[in-house]
């Protein structure tokens, strides 16, 4: 799982009139939470750019004064307007409690109904997953080589590990199409059967 690093420091006062000024100097106010207890601080509003533009998930290492402190990011507001980062927070990770993130899905190998002329659909491209810090996934890895023209993959046909996926077990997560190209070519090779 990627890292991102990030440098914070504690908030003196809380509320409105702190807040308010702490986005004037180009920070977000944040929290932490998770581990019993809570942090108040904030942060550089660039910082958020590595988290927020990257579609890969993320853990990330908070520095407040001297101290390091391993999160994820749990919720985040935007102002309604300017969509800049409004206020962020953290849950500080724990080895031995389950998290839950979206984790995106890929795909490996080229699949036979797309060589036939197929078309592969997304049906999900990302999943729930339930796991231990130390046992996250940064990727759903499906190898797709024996999906034909009309099969798909189901959650309940991902092989896990170590974590659990908490999508309905009878959802699908991609699939192949049936198109005119492989209409065709399913009609070509009945007639080279006969």
Same mark, same amino acid.
């Given at each position: 799982?990627?890292?991102?690093?990030?440098?914070?420091?504690?908030?003196?006062?809380?509320?409105?009139?702190?807040?308010?000024?702490?986005?004037? @100097?180009? !920070?977000?106010?944040?929290?932490?939470?998770?581990?019993?207890?809570?942090?108040?601080?904030?942060?550089?509003?660039?910082?958020?750019?590595?988290?927020?533009?990257? $579609?890969? $998930?993320?853990?990330?290492? &908070?520095?407040?004064?001297?101290?390091?402190?391993?999160?994820?990011?749990?919720?985040?507001?935007? *102002?309604? +307007?300017?969509?800049? +980062?409004? *206020?962020?927070?953290?849950?500080?990770?724990?080895? @031995? !409690?389950?998290?839950?993130?979206? &984790?995106?899905?890929?795909?490996?190998?080229?699949?036979?109904?797309?060589?036939?002329?197929?078309?592969?659909?997304?049906?999900? !491209?990302?999943?729930?997953?339930?796991?231990? $810090?130390?046992?996250?996934?940064?990727?759903?890895?499906?190898?797709?080589?024996?999906? @034909?023209?009309?099969?798909? &993959?189901?959650?309940?046909?991902?092989?896990?590990?170590?974590?659990? &996926?908490?999508?309905? !077990?009878?959802?699908?997560?991609?699939?192949?199409?049936?198109?005119?190209?492989?209409?065709?070519?399913?009609?070509?090779?009945?007639?080279?059967?006969?």
């Amino acid at each position: 799982m990627r890292v991102v690093s990030m440098s914070g420091s504690l908030r003196e006062n809380v509320g409105k009139k702190d807040a308010k000024a702490l986005r004037r @100097d180009a !920070k977000v106010p944040c929290v932490m939470y998770g581990k019993g207890e809570q942090y108040l601080f904030s942060v550089d509003q660039t910082a958020f750019q590595r988290i927020l533009f990257n $579609p890969e $998930p993320c853990y990330v290492k &908070i520095s407040i004064n001297g101290t390091d402190h391993m999160a994820m990011l749990k919720d985040i507001d935007f *102002h309604p +307007v300017t969509e800049i +980062v409004y *206020h962020a927070d953290f849950y500080e990770l724990t080895d @031995d !409690k389950p998290i839950v993130m979206s &984790i995106p899905v890929h795909t490996t190998g080229t699949s036979k109904g797309v060589m036939k002329g197929g078309k592969l659909a997304y049906k999900q !491209k990302r999943l729930n997953v339930k796991a231990l $810090p130390a046992d996250m996934p940064s990727e759903v890895l499906l190898d797709i080589t024996n999906l @034909d023209v009309n099969q798909r &993959i189901r959650v309940q046909d991902i092989a896990t590990e170590n974590y659990c &996926i908490l999508n309905p !077990k009878s959802s699908e997560v991609v699939n192949v199409l049936s198109t005119r190209a492989s209409a065709t070519a399913g009609d070509g090779e009945e007639a080279a059967a006969e």
